[in-house]
Protein backbone atom coordinates (compact mmCIF):
# COMPACT_ATOMS: atom_id res chain seq x y z
CA UNK A 1 0.00 0.00 0.00
CA UNK A 2 1.29 3.40 -1.06
CA UNK A 3 1.11 6.39 1.57
CA UNK A 4 -0.11 9.63 -0.13
CA UNK A 5 -2.11 12.48 0.83
CA UNK A 6 -5.12 10.70 -1.23
CA UNK A 7 -4.67 7.48 1.39
CA UNK A 8 -4.51 9.83 4.73
CA UNK A 9 -7.32 12.18 3.94
CA UNK A 10 -9.60 9.06 3.42
CA UNK A 11 -8.79 7.34 6.39
CA UNK A 12 -9.10 11.03 8.17
CA UNK A 13 -12.12 11.63 6.65
CA UNK A 14 -13.89 7.81 7.85
CA UNK A 15 -12.17 8.57 11.21
CA UNK A 16 -13.47 11.49 11.75
CA UNK A 17 -16.95 10.40 10.11
CA UNK A 18 -16.59 7.38 12.83
CA UNK A 19 -16.05 10.15 15.41
CA UNK A 20 -20.07 11.65 14.64
CA UNK A 21 -18.08 14.59 12.92
CA UNK A 22 -20.45 15.74 9.45
CA UNK A 23 -18.36 15.06 6.25
CA UNK A 24 -18.50 17.93 3.39
CA UNK A 25 -17.57 17.88 -0.30
CA UNK A 26 -15.09 20.67 -0.24
CA UNK A 27 -16.15 22.37 -3.41
CA UNK A 28 -19.59 22.70 -2.17
CA UNK A 29 -18.12 24.84 1.16
CA UNK A 30 -15.92 26.84 -0.94
CA UNK A 31 -15.96 31.04 -0.80
CA UNK A 32 -18.85 32.17 -3.04
CA UNK A 33 -20.64 28.77 -2.98
CA UNK A 34 -24.28 29.10 -1.34
CA UNK A 35 -23.11 26.53 1.53
CA UNK A 36 -19.72 28.52 1.68
CA UNK A 37 -18.43 28.00 5.34
CA UNK A 38 -15.11 30.37 5.03
CA UNK A 39 -14.96 33.81 3.57
CA UNK A 40 -11.53 33.66 2.14
CA UNK A 41 -9.42 30.51 1.73
CA UNK A 42 -6.84 31.24 3.59
CA UNK A 43 -9.13 31.09 6.75
CA UNK A 44 -8.17 28.55 9.40
CA UNK A 45 -11.25 27.69 10.81
CA UNK A 46 -14.94 27.54 9.81
CA UNK A 47 -16.11 30.63 12.33
CA UNK A 48 -19.56 29.78 12.25
CA UNK A 49 -18.71 26.30 13.89
CA UNK A 50 -16.27 27.21 15.89
CA UNK A 51 -18.55 29.64 17.49
CA UNK A 52 -21.58 27.38 18.19
CA UNK A 53 -19.12 24.83 19.33
CA UNK A 54 -17.71 27.78 21.60
CA UNK A 55 -20.99 28.75 22.79
CA UNK A 56 -21.88 24.56 23.60
CA UNK A 57 -18.80 23.56 25.02
CA UNK A 58 -18.23 26.81 27.34
CA UNK A 59 -21.66 28.44 28.23
CA UNK A 60 -19.92 30.63 30.38
CA UNK A 61 -18.23 32.67 28.23
CA UNK A 62 -20.33 35.61 27.45
CA UNK A 63 -22.01 35.91 24.22
CA UNK A 64 -20.04 39.64 23.18
CA UNK A 65 -16.63 37.67 24.25
CA UNK A 66 -16.89 34.78 21.60
CA UNK A 67 -16.33 36.18 18.59
CA UNK A 68 -12.89 37.61 19.90
CA UNK A 69 -11.70 34.38 21.23
CA UNK A 70 -12.98 32.35 17.14
CA UNK A 71 -11.09 35.73 15.84
CA UNK A 72 -7.96 34.53 17.37
CA UNK A 73 -8.39 31.00 16.83
CA UNK A 74 -8.01 31.56 13.32
CA UNK A 75 -5.50 34.32 13.37
CA UNK A 76 -2.59 32.09 11.98
CA UNK A 77 -0.32 35.04 13.82
CA UNK A 78 -1.42 34.35 17.33
CA UNK A 79 -0.98 30.81 17.13
CA UNK A 80 1.54 29.78 19.67
CA UNK A 81 1.37 33.20 21.10
CA UNK A 82 0.38 33.97 24.51
CA UNK A 83 -2.86 36.37 24.81
CA UNK A 84 -2.88 39.06 27.29
Same mark, same amino acid.
Given at each position: ? @??? !? @??? #? $? *? +????? $? #?? $?? *????????? /? $? !? /??? !? %? =???? =?????? %???? *??? %?????? /??? +? %???? @? +??????? @?????? +?
Amino acid at each position: M @SLN !E @STV #E $G *A +ALTWF $G #EL $GY *AVGHGPHLT /P $G !E /PAA !E %R =DWFD =DMALIR %RLRG *AIG %RRNPSI /PDD +A %RPVV @S +ALANNAD @SCGKKV +A
